[in-house]
C-alpha cells in the first residue's frame, strides 16, 4: 500500500531527463528553462519525501506486478510516480482521477477543471482530491510541464492548498507498444490507445488507494453538474451497506464510476494483468462476472448501482444527448429573496441583467468591473438580514468571478455596538465580508440592524468579465 505521496524530482532529475530526451531527438521547447525554474520554487517543500513515496509504490507492486509488465525489473524506479505539484493530502471522502494526454487541437482540461471546482463550498473543497495524471514520457515530455504550469497559473490557490495535484508516470513504466497483437478487428493504433488506457486508468487507482474514501474515474473532456459532490456523496453514503463493486454517476463509458479505494487494488492488478487483451470496460464487466456466482441470473446488477440523471457528459455532447440525460444545465440558482430595489454601475451583456438574477430568471453577466463599480439592493423599509450568499462564475463561464470584491451593509440607524471593531466604507456603509474563490458567504450581526441596502463594491480593476449567478439575502 502507499505510505504517502511521492514528492516532486529534484532539479538534478528533472535535467536528466531532458537529457535523455534530447538523446531521443525530442526537440526541447525552446520556454522549457523558465518552466523548470518555477517548477522548482514551487516544489522546494516537498523534495524531502521523495524517498517514503518510492518505498510507498515498491510495497504494493509485488512480485505479481514484473508477471505482468516484466519490462519493469530493468529499473528500479519504473514505477514512482512523478508528484510535479502536491502536498499530499489524504483522509477525504472523495479523490476525483483525471488523466490528461496531449491532443492534436484543443485542451479541455482547464474547463474540466474549472467545471469540478465550480460551485464547490469551502468544506467541499477540503474533503476533495483532484489528481491530474499527465499520461506523457518520453517524446512528449515538454508536454508534461506545459500542461503542469498551465494547471499552476490557472488554480495557484487549488494547487496551494492541497486540491489539486499533478503526476505523471516515471519514462519507463510503459511497454513497447509496437509489439502489441491486433484482436477484435482492431487498429494497431486503437489496440495501443486502449492498452495504454488500461495502463493509464490503474496507475491513477493505484496513486488514490489511500488517499480517500472513494475514488472516482473521470478524464479531460467532461463537464460535471454543478452540485455533483453533494449528489455523489449523498448516494454514496446511501449505498454504503449495499454489496457494490461500483457507482455509475454517468452513462459514458468508464466516465463517472466510482469504487471504495479498499477494493482499488484488486481492481487495477486485474487490469494489469489483462492490459493487453481487452479494453477497460470489458474488463471491468469480467470481474462483475468472476465475483458472481451465476451471471446468468443478472447477478451482476447487485454489484453496481447507478445514480439518475447523469452528473458528467463529454465537452461538445450538449445537443446530441436526449434531454434526460444530463439535464439541463444549471448556471444561476433561484433564491425567494427579500423585496429591493436593485442597480448596479456595471454594464450588463444581452438580457442577463441584475435585475432577472434577483427575480430568480437568470444570472447577471456584467461587463469588465473596473475600480469602484458595485451592486447594490436597496430596501423599501429596514430589515433584520440573518446571512448572506452571493456566487460568482457558472459552469459555463467559471472564470469570470468577482475578485478583490466587499460585501456592504448599510445600518438604518447608528450602530449599537461602541466597541469600533467594524470596518467602515464610504457612505455609512459598513464592510461585513468579501469574495473568496468566487463567494462570499457570512451573517450580519445584531449591532448592525436593521438594514436599509446591500452592496458588493469592486476594489480594483479586473481582466475578466464577471458572473452573479446566486444571490441569497436570508432574513
Known sequence: MFAGPAAPPDLQMLYDRLALAEEMGVKVNKDLSSILEQLKNSSKAANNSRSAGNSSWQSFLQPNIYLY???????????????????????????????????????????????????????????????????????????????????????????????????????????????????????????????KQNLDFSFLMLYAQDRGNYYVQLEDDVVAKAGYYSDMKTFATREESKPWLYLEFSQLGFIGKMFRTRDLPMIAEFFLMFHRDKPIDWLLDHILWVKVCNPEKNQKALLKQRYKPSLFQHVGLHSSLPGNYFGKQILYQAHQNPTADVSSSMKHYQQHSLDRLYRGEDFFWALTPVQGDYVLLSFPKPIHISGYLFRSGNTETSRDQFYNTTVEVLPSSVIKDSSSHFKESDKGFVIVGEFENGVAEGEVEEALQPVSAVRLVVRSDSDVWAVLSEVFIKV
Do not use: C
Not at 99 to 112: A, D, F, M
Not at 149 to 163: A, D, I, M
Not at 167 to 184: A, C, G, I, K, W
Open 69 to 195: 509488465m516484466p519490462h519493469l525489473k530493468r529499473h528500479p524506479d519504473s514505477l514512482v510516480p512523478n508528484v510535479v505539484l502536491g502536498r499530499g493530502r489524504r483522509g477525504v471522502s472523495m479523490v476525483l482521477g483525471v488523466p490528461t494526454v496531449k491532443r492534436e487541437k484543443q485542451s479541455y482540461l482547464v474547463n474540466t477543471l474549472s467545471s469540478l471546482l465550480f460551485s464547490l463550498t469551502s468544506s467541499q473543497s477540503s474533503d476533495l482530491l483532484i489528481v491530474v495524471f499527465v499520461a506523457e514520457v518520453g517524446h512528449m515530455f515538454t508536454h508534461v510541464f506545459s500542461s503542469l504550469l498551465q494547471s499552476k497559473q490557472n488554480f495557484p490557490e487549488e494547487v496551494q492548498s492541497g486540491l489539486m495535484e499533478v503526476v505523471s508516470p516515471s519514462l519507463f513504466y510503459y511497454p513497447d507498444f509496437s509489439r502489441l497483437t491486433e484482436t477484435f478487428g482492431d487498429s494497431k493504433d486503437r489496440v495501443k490507445w486502449r492498452t
